[in-house]
């Protein structure tokens, strides 16, 4: 399989070596993998943190860590697999593939694309500074809720300023994502020839652009109240807490799909490449995306059912909620249609798409109970929560990553991973996720609040069980790293179609891709051969 | 597509885009007033109406409305607050007139501020204030014990099913931000 750019590029363009090669580099691929490599060590420190929380909850009563440093473990896992792990992995992917999927030679805007980067390494080492603070590291929740919030010690300015920094990557990154998309397609590259995966992106990218500016002043107007004077949450000054929710919530759902949609793409890549078919339903997997998006923005106070809301409040979020789960349907619909009567064999990347699709719509089940206004006050704030938002995150939007990484490795690289070691990282993970987040359904129905660090005795056994699997995902996740760095050294080499079932102007090229390509377009009946349509 | 074209064309799409963002940061403080108007509109929340004497038409003397009078003090602040009355038999469309009691326990000066509310939250909307204490800095001196006038109206217009409601006053100690 030949290319029509060559090769041959790498030589006369000079790049610099070592640290300062990373800290200049304006080459989508290089920023990619720094994406990757931040957001991996991201999820190992997210999930130490989880594991302090499983640890303390191994049984009842308070044994490790005193409550406060609890809640703080709570609030700063979840910022950092949200906006460290989650978000930077995706991103990181698009760096890498989106030029590459549409024929063009770098991204629209590399110097930009840089920056986006190296603002992340700065956010998160204020985030995590703060853990060494007077009156500790933010421990009010993820959701900053006023005015509890407004009770974090020295931490807070810095928990504000170090969610400012990561706002301004992401609505960077994104801005250059949808100028990618729409103004660097080789010809012969038509929108509805675009991979699904950069079309979620597109999608996910103007997602963040429109909410990411909303977040950002909701911190702020957080900022203000506690050192400024303003009363935007503060009764006393003629505001109202109950706001806070609503600004953030308006942010707060979409960015769930902001999780989720390029998990949606990378799916749509790996099951046709697996199943041996033409993925079903391209059309209605776009439009299924569209809807997704938009909707998003009008279901925010479904996570507010019990702040107190006319009847009518009540059921229009209801009813908008449960819309989501049509669109989302389509989606599940058309990976199993995709799958039926499929050649199918079941590498690593496959066994955990295959495994997303099952367990993400487990998750996308309880979020339709959640969804059931009456039944939501019995839910609200429960381990079923956690429960739920734990099955569309673990096995999907992380699984979704993993998949990518086993699937896309091999183009990056030039190297196979070993097979039977990711089978062994695939069992072991998604039999341990299940192991710790399918009890905390049970809790929750039963009563079980979440971010406590103490509970009544008859959750024991439940909990237990969590706790034991928590820390089988999280060892694990070892295995994952052993295999990448074994697969960058001494890996088997991959052919450039890597898969034979793949198709796309990224496997047209060689593997490992070379630091340049699509310096001339492709040829645009490859990209007619190589598409959807 | 030529190479300058393709920048410039960049270009503008990163204006227009950089021109969303700042719209959508506007947007969420935009939220705010949008916020109040909806729950003033609606009555959510169990905001009052305004300051006004709107809806003083004589009393309906047909029907009597129970309304209740309950005062909390915000986060402990060293303050005694409480209604005068407790319970008030009222006609609709009437001019009604009753206080609160608020004491200053320290021997310092204080400022304190209160924020109403009225349940159910339907009623709130024909529930009128024609003169409050609410939402105006109150300054105690050094032990200064003094009543706060409420006059108070409910609109003719109240539905029929509503035979009682609630005025709460929840009192905010605000002397650090003076
Ligand atoms: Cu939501």
Not at chain 1, 399 to 419: C, D, H, N, Q
Request: proline content about 7%.
């Amino acid at each position: 399989m030949s290319t029509a750019a060559p090769a041959e590029h790498d030589h006369h363009e000079e790049h610099a070596t070592g640290l300062t090669r990373w800290l200049t580099t304006t080459n989508h691929k290089d920023i990619g993998t720094l994406y990757l490599w931040f957001s991996f060590i991201m999820f190992f420190v997210g999930g130490f943190m989880a594991l302090i929380i499983r640890a303390e909850l191994f049984q009842p009563g308070l044994q490790i860590v005193d409550p406060q440093f609890f809640n703080s473990m709570t609030t700063m896992h979840a910022l950092i697999m949200i906006f460290g792990a989650v978000m930077p992995a995706f991103v990181g992917l698009a760096n890498w593939m989106i030029p590459m999927m549409l024929g063009a030679p770098d991204m629209a805007l590399p110097r930009m694309n840089n920056w986006s980067f190296w603002i992340l390494p700065f956010a998160f080492a204020m985030l995590l500074g703060t853990l060494f603070m007077d009156g500790g590291a933010p421990a009010a929740g993820w959701t900053m809720y006023a005015p509890l919030v407004l009770q974090t010690g020295d931490a807070f300015p810095f928990m504000i300023f170090s969610i400012h920094l990561m706002g301004i990557s992401s609505v960077m990154g994104a801005i250059n994502i949808v100028a990618t998309i729409l103004n660097m397609r080789a010809p012969g590259m038509t929108l509805l020839r675009m991979p699904l995966f950069v079309w979620t992106w597109l999608i996910t990218a103007y997602l963040l652009i429109a909410v990411m500016p909303v977040l950002a002043g909701a911190v702020t107007m957080l900022l203000t109240d506690k050192f400024f004077g303003t009363s935007f949450f503060n009764a006393a000054g003629g505001g109202d807490p109950v706001m806070f929710q609503h600004i953030f919530w308006f942010f707060g759902h979409p960015e769930v799909y902001i999780l989720i949609l390029p998990a949606f793409g990378i799916m749509s890549q790996i099951i046709p490449t697996f199943a041996r078919k033409p993925l079903f339903g391209y059309a209605s997997m776009v439009y299924a995306s569209a809807s997704i998006a938009f909707l998003s923005f009008i279901v925010w106070a479904h996570h507010m059912f019990t702040v107190g809301m006319p009847l009518a409040g009540q059921l229009f979020f209801m009813f908008a909620t449960m819309l989501i789960a049509v669109p989302t349907g389509v989606k599940v619909f058309n990976w199993v249609a995709t799958m039926w009567r499929g050649a199918m064999t079941f590498e690593t990347p496959m066994l955990f798409a295959i495994s997303f699709v099952i367990l993400f719509t487990i998750g996308g089940f309880s979020g339709l109970m959640l969804a059931i206004t009456p039944a939501d006050f019995q839910y609200h704030d429960s381990y079923f929560v956690v429960a739920h938002f734990h099955y569309v995150l673990v096995p999907g939007a992380i699984f979704a990553i993993i998949a990518g990484v086993y699937y896309w490795l091999p183009k990056w690289t030039g190297r196979m991973y070993s097979e039977p070691l990711g089978k062994l990282h695939f069992w072991t993970s998604m039999i341990f996720m299940n192991i710790t987040f399918f009890p905390m359904h049970f809790v929750g129905l039963a009563g079980m609040p979440r971010r406590i660090p103490d509970y009544a005795v008859q959750f024991a056994d439940f909990n237990m069980i969590a706790s034991i699997g928590a820390f089988g995902f999280g060892f694990s996740q070892l295995i994952f790293l052993y295999i990448v760095l074994r697969a960058i050294r001494t890996g088997e080499p991959a052919t450039a179609q890597v898969w034979e079932g793949a198709h796309g102007l990224e496997w047209t090229l060689p593997s490992p891709a070379p630091y340049h390509t699509f310096d001339t377009p492709p040829d645009p009946q490859l990209i007619v051969k190589e598409g959807h349509s | 597509m030529s190479g300058p074209d393709k920048k410039t064309e960049t270009h503008r799409l990163v204006a227009k885009l950089l021109v969303v963002v700042l719209a959508m940061f506007g947007f969420g403080y935009a939220l705010v007033p949008l916020y109040e108007i909806i729950c003033e509109v609606t009555g959510l929340n169990g905001k009052t109406g305004q300051v006004s004497l709107a809806g003083v038409t004589g009393p309906d003397t047909s029907r009597v409305i129970t309304v209740r009078f309950t005062a909390t003090v915000n986060s402990a602040a060293p303050w005694d607050f409480q209604p005068n009355d407790r319970v008030m038999e009222v006609h609709p469309g009437g001019l009604y007139e009753t206080s609160y009691q608020a004491k200053n326990r320290t021997g310092h000066l204080l400022v304190g501020q209160a924020a109403p509310s009225v349940v159910p939250r339907e009623a709130s909307l024909y529930f009128n204030k024609t003169e409050c204490f609410c939402f105006t800095r109150q300054e105690f001196g050094p032990d200064e014990v003094r009543d706060m006038p409420v006059q108070f109206v409910i609109d003719r217009n109240i539905p029929a099913h509503i035979e009682t409601l609630v005025l709460s006053y929840t009192f905010f100690d605000i002397t650090e931000k003076g």
